[in-house]
């Protein structure tokens, strides 16, 4: 209910973030997918926007607003058109633009028409351990929305006849249910962080079926010592290492995906490697990085 609440209110998004009274700050640094950006911040003051993708509903309304509104879509269109003239005018606001990925900045230049500074999210890796991976399942953990192509991967699993475990929740939860029954999926729904970490772990290989921002659940994996399968496109472009920590299916079809899933051989994969591949995303990394950018912003604007 929540969420869906959250999706109807979203007309008033860009006014009650316009009315952050900020003030009595010099720097601000906001971290969004779409509102934040369009705070307001005072003429000498510099803002820094860790900017993770340019709004879905700006540049992918079909899959990310026609499913989600279904019968509604008619009367959503004209609300969502003048959201993403809001949208293309803030991203306009922030004296710098930190995108989380390349495939995230290359978004950025054609949708906003500005460049981003790269900078790779980070990853708690303290927070995961290499497990035995001895389960015979694929594991999905994802926000069940259109684009992350849940569908696909539940057809290609049934037809490679391997056990896949979905985690997670979202809008196209019972519409994935549906599809799942009969076949060698089953849906988890929500999953505690603990327990996650043990499926995580046990997998024989960790899905990415659709084409992801960024493509942090490769990382979390690789944190695991398990690798990945992705969809090669988008953010997992920048997390999967072919033949180190995972590989690609390249045709976002269930055909493509089934056929990957049965050459797959986890035995391949080197949990000491794939552990030290995480490690380049911890957080002090990315807390050093996300300083200098912001010193070299406040330089940059200085009167």
Same mark, same amino acid.
């Given at each position: 209910?929540?969420?869906?609440?959250?999706?109807?209110?979203?007309?008033?998004?860009?006014?009650? *973030?316009?009315?952050?009274?900020?003030?009595?700050?010099?720097?601000? /640094?906001?971290?969004?997918?779409?509102?934040?950006?369009?705070?307001?911040?005072?003429?000498?003051?510099?803002? $820094?926007?860790? =900017?993770?993708?340019?709004?879905?509903?700006?540049? +992918?309304?079909?899959?990310?607003?026609?499913?989600?509104?279904?019968?509604?879509?008619?009367?959503?269109?004209?609300?969502?058109?003048?959201?993403?003239?809001?949208?293309?005018?803030?991203?306009?606001?922030?004296?710098?633009?930190?995108?989380?990925?390349?495939?995230?900045?290359?978004?950025?230049?054609?949708?906003?028409?500005?460049?981003?500074?790269?900078?790779? @999210? @980070?990853? +708690?890796? +303290?927070?995961?351990?290499?497990?035995?991976?001895?389960?015979?399942?694929?594991? /999905?953990?994802?926000?069940?929305?259109?684009?992350?192509?849940?569908?696909?991967? !539940?057809?290609?699993?049934?037809?490679?006849?391997?056990?896949?475990?979905?985690?997670? %929740? #979202?809008?196209?939860?019972?519409?994935?249910?549906?599809?799942?029954?009969?076949?060698? %999926?089953?849906?988890? #729904?929500?999953?505690?962080?603990?327990?996650?970490?043990?499926?995580?772990?046990?997998?024989? $290989?960790?899905?990415?079926?659709?084409?992801? +921002?960024?493509?942090?659940?490769?990382?979390?994996?690789?944190? =695991?010592?398990?690798?990945?399968?992705?969809?090669?496109?988008?953010?997992?472009?920048? %997390?999967?290492?072919?033949?180190? %920590?995972?590989?690609? *299916?390249?045709?976002?079809?269930?055909?493509?995906?089934? #056929?990957?899933?049965?050459?797959?051989?986890?035995?391949?994969?080197?949990?000491?490697?794939?552990?030290?591949?995480?490690? #380049?995303?911890?957080?002090?990394? *990315? /807390?050093?990085?996300?300083?200098? !950018?912001?010193?070299?912003?406040?330089?940059?604007?200085?009167?």
């Amino acid at each position: 209910m929540r969420r869906r609440l959250f999706r109807m209110l979203a007309p008033f998004y860009p006014l009650a *973030f316009e009315s952050f009274d900020l003030r009595r700050f010099d720097t601000v /640094i906001s971290s969004t997918t779409a509102w934040a950006k369009g705070i307001v911040v005072r003429p000498d003051a510099v803002h $820094v926007c860790y =900017c993770h993708t340019v709004s879905r509903f700006v540049f +992918d309304y079909d899959r990310y607003v026609r499913e989600l509104a279904g019968p509604l879509e008619p009367f959503a269109r004209p609300v969502v058109r003048a959201l993403a003239r809001w949208d293309l005018q803030a991203a306009q606001r922030p004296s710098a633009l930190v995108a989380n990925s390349v495939n995230g900045a290359a978004r950025i230049r054609a949708w906003y028409g500005r460049e981003a500074h790269v900078l790779h @999210p @980070p990853v +708690d890796i +303290d927070r995961f351990e290499v497990g035995p991976g001895r389960g015979e399942y694929a594991l /999905i953990i994802s926000r069940l929305l259109p684009y992350k192509r849940i569908d696909l991967a !539940i057809e290609a699993c049934r037809m490679a006849a391997v056990p896949l475990l979905v985690a997670g %929740t #979202g809008p196209a939860e019972e519409r994935l249910r549906r599809l799942a029954k009969g076949t060698t %999926t089953t849906m988890l #729904g929500y999953v505690k962080d603990d327990a996650l970490r043990v499926l995580l772990g046990d997998a024989r $290989v960790v899905l990415v079926p659709g084409t992801e +921002d960024y493509g942090l659940v490769p990382v979390e994996a690789a944190a =695991c010592g398990r690798p990945t399968l992705a969809f090669g496109a988008g953010g997992a472009l920048e %997390t999967v290492v072919p033949g180190v %920590t995972g590989e690609f *299916f390249h045709e976002e079809t269930a055909e493509s995906l089934a #056929g990957a899933l049965r050459s797959f051989e986890p035995g391949r994969y080197d949990p000491s490697r794939l552990r030290a591949h995480a490690e #380049g995303f911890s957080p002090p990394r *990315f /807390i050093q990085r996300l300083q200098e !950018i912001v010193e070299e912003t406040r330089e940059k604007h200085r009167p």
